[in-house]
C-alpha cells in the first residue's frame, strides 16, 4: 500500500500558572496546560497520528514520561524526532487535519502561525496542515475549563513505492 492514514488524540489537564504552547506556538493566558513535557496538546495529537499511520507504535513508546530526558521538551523536538522515524521508513507526509477542543483562549488568532512554525519543523508547506479550533460548548471537562483535548488525522505516503 502507497497511502497510509493515522489518528491521534492528546488532553492534558490546565494548570494556573503554567505556560501554554500549542501548536509550537506560546498562548497568552493565565492557565495552561501540565504535562511531562512543554504538554503541546497537538504536536502530541500529530505525532501519534504520524506514528501510527506508520504502523510505528505512539509518542508514549517513543518518549516515555517517566524518562527524565523528555522532562519540558519542547514537543517541537519530538515532531522532528517523528518526521525522521517516518522518513526512515520510506514515508512522506500528505496532510494533516486537526481540531483543537478549548473554550478559552480562543485559538483562532494563533492558527497561522501555528501552521507556518509545523510546517517549518516537519519541513512541508503550510498548505498541507489544517488546523481547526471549537469548543465543547461548555461540556465535559473541556466545557469547565479544566483541559484541553486535540484530535489529528494524517495521511502519509510512501516516497519510493516497492
Not at 20 to 31: A, I, K, S
Not at 111 to 128: D, F, G, R, S, Y
Amino acid at each position: 500500500m502507497n497511502i497510509r492514514v493515522g489518528f491521534g488524540y492528546d488532553v492534558h489537564r490546565l494548570e494556573a500558572g503554567r505556560a501554554f504552547w500549542l501548536g509550537g506556538v506560546r498562548l497568552e493566558h493565565t492557565h495552561g496546560p501540565k504535562g511531562h513535557s512543554d504538554a503541546d496538546v497537538l504536536i502530541h495529537a500529530i505525532c501519534d497520528a504520524l506514528l501510527g499511520a506508520a504502523n510505528l507504535r505512539d509518542i508514549g513508546y517513543h518518549f516515555p514520561d517517566h524518562d527524565p530526558q523528555y522532562k519540558g521538551i519542547d514537543s517541537k523536538l519530538l515532531l522532528q524526532e517523528v518526521m525522521a522515524l517516518i522518513r526512515k521508513e520510506g514515508y512522506e507526509l500528505g496532510n494533516i487535519d486537526a481540531t483543537v477542543c478549548l473554550e478559552v483562549p480562543k485559538v483562532n488568532p494563533y492558527i497561522p502561525e501555528m501552521k507556518q512554525c509545523l510546517a517549518q519543523v516537519i519541513q512541508t508547506e503550510e498548505k498541507n496542515i489544517s488546523i481547526k479550533a471549537t469548543t465543547s460548548e461548555k461540556m465535559g471537562f473541556v466545557g469547565r475549563k479544566e483541559g484541553i483535548a486535540t484530535h489529528a488525522v494524517v495521511l502519509i505516503y510512501k516516497v519510493n513505492p516497492i
